[in-house]
């Protein structure tokens, strides 16, 4: 089973920021969280991960609470491109499946 | 583009058949994953390969099959195809197991119907 609790669904308008929230409250010390987005059947694309730390690149940020039991991830300015379903995941080590739960259907509307 | 490449991109066939899906990693990678996603059941991982060795094993029924072979490309056999069976295949590659993290990129998928 999944570790994380994703909302179902969430709108958000075209350029504004969209703010995906992810509960991990039973994540280890030595697990980290990542995250992927899959649009319309395609292939699930990779994302961001992180520890502790929050991190960002070229598609979005990850913030992660101090105790480490939630994280958000965000998208600043939001375009039609980016509707999909996102996946929280939580992974303990290099080299093993990932385990996807439901995600969240973002959709972003002009 | 991912760098993984899946063929077929659709697959059309009959209960009771069989057949073999095909996937190449990216350049350098030696850990291919096959996943499912169904309607019903989502996103399920079914096996990993790790430079030719199977590694782990997930949901893949008794009637499933894979292989990787030296040049690293994967295939995925499904026997006694059922109407069940129908669903989007997706495979994904890593280049390493242990010392670091390792990203998983997705290939386009192989949509098989079962008539």
């Known amino acids: 089973d999944a570790k994380t609790t994703q909302p179902t669904s969430m709108d958000c308008a075209e350029g504004r920021a969209a703010n995906l929230p992810c509960n991990h409250s039973t994540i280890s010390g030595n697990e980290y969280v990542y995250w992927y987005r899959q649009i319309h059947s395609q292939g699930p694309q990779y994302i961001i991960h992180g520890l502790k730390n929050n991190e960002t690149n070229e598609m979005a940020s990850l913030i992660i609470t101090e105790d480490r039991k939630s994280s958000t991830l965000i998208l600043p300015h939001a375009t039609l491109r980016d509707t999909a379903v996102y996946y929280c995941i939580v992974r303990v080590q290099a080299g093993t499946a990932l385990i996807f739960g439901k995600g969240t259907t973002l959709s972003v509307s002009s | 583009d991912s760098g993984v490449t899946q063929t077929p991109k659709h697959l059309i066939t009959a209960t009771g058949q069989r057949v073999t899906l095909r996937c190449s990693p990216r350049?350098?990678?030696?850990?291919v994953y096959w996943y499912q996603q169904s309607l019903d059941q989502g996103l399920q991982f079914l096996i990993q390969y790790y430079n030719g060795e199977e590694r782990a094993k997930g949901n893949i029924l008794e009637r499933f099959s894979a292989q990787q072979f030296p040049d690293l490309h994967s295939e995925l056999n499904l026997s006694s195809l059922e109407l069940g069976d129908s669903a989007l295949y997706f495979c994904?590659?890593?280049?390493?197991?242990?010392?670091?993290?390792?990203?998983?990129?997705f290939g386009p998928g192989t949509r098989l119907t079962v008539l």
């Open positions: 350049s350098g990678d030696l850990s």
């Open positions: 994904a590659s890593s280049a390493r197991l242990a010392g670091g993290l390792d990203t998983q990129y």
